[in-house]
C-alpha cells in the first residue's frame, strides 16, 4: 500500500510538471500528500489508483485538483514598488513606446492573476496616471477557475481596507453587504481568462506591460528559460517585464535588459 501511494505520488508530481510546469520539490511533497489526501476524502475515493485516473482525464476532478494544489496567496498593492515604478515611469514609456498614443490604448497581462488583485490594482493605477483618451486593456489570466470565478466577481472581504490607500477605495470600491467590490469600471478594464502557461502563446497583439510575479519560483530551470522567452516574444518593444521580488534572471539566457531588480524592458 506505502509502496503504490509513493508510485502515484510521483506520478501526481509528474503530471504537475509536464503539463503545468510546477515543480514540486521534495520538501513540498508531503505537502502534496496531504493536499491529495485532503481532496481523496471530499470525494469519498480511497485508491490513489483510481484518483489518479479520474484527475488525469481531465474534467471536474482536474479542475478541482488544480484549484487545491494551486497558490493563491495575494493581495492589493502587493509588491507596491512595482506599481510606484509604472507611476514615476509612465511619462518616459509614453515616450519611447509610441505605439500606446498612437494606438489610443495601453496592453497589459497579469500572468497568474490568482482572485484578481493584481490586475485591479494595475487598473486602478494606469486610470490615475493615463490621459483618458488612452484606453486601458489589461488580460489576467490563471490556471484556477476558482480562483479566476472569484476574480471576476471583485468581491473582497472588508479587510482589504488595510491594503488598499482610503482615497482608492472611496473611488473605485462600492461597499455591499460585508463586502467591497471593485467598482464596474475598472472591471470593466480587465478581461479575466483561464490559461496555463505552458501552452503555446498566441495573443493577437503584444503587451506594454506584463507582470508575472512569484510565478517562476514553482518551475524549474529550464521551464524559467522558457517562459521568460515566450513573454519576450509576446512584449511590445519598450515594453515592461515585472517578476516577483524574490525572483531574478542572473544567471538565466535572456534577451531583456535590465532596469533594477525585478524590473527588465524589451
Known sequence: MQHSREKHIRLFKQL????????????????????????????????????????????????????EITTHTTNFFRGNSHFEFITRNMGGMLNKNKRIEANGEIRAWSAACSTGEEAYT??????????????????????????????????????????????????????????YQVAARIRDLVTFRIFNLMEPFSFRRDFDLILCRNVMIYFDKETQKRLVQKMYDVLAPGGLFFIGHSEGLVHKEHKFRFIQPSVYVK
Open 122 to 179: 494595475l487598473a486602478m493605477v494606469l486610470s490615475e496616471i493615463l490621459p483618458e483618451e488612452i484606453d486601458i486593456k489589461i488580460l489576467a489570466t490563471d490556471i484556477s477557475r476558482k480562483a479566476v470565478s472569484r476574480a471576476v466577481r471583485g468581491e473582497y472581504a472588508p479587510e482589504i481596507a488595510g491594503e488598499v490607500e482610503k482615497c482608492y477605495i472611496q473611488k473605485y470600491f462600492t461597499r455591499g453587504d460585508g463586502t
Open 16 to 67: 504537475l510538471e509536464d503539463s503545468y510546469g510546477i515543480h514540486v520539490t521534495e520538501e513540498k511533497t508531503d505537502m502534496l500528500k496531504v493536499k491529495l489526501e485532503k481532496l481523496m476524502t471530499r470525494c469519498n475515493i480511497n485508491s490513489f489508483d483510481e484518483y489518479y485516473g479520474l484527475v488525469s482525464s481531465g474534467g471536474p476532478y482536474l479542475i478541482q485538483f488544480l484549484d
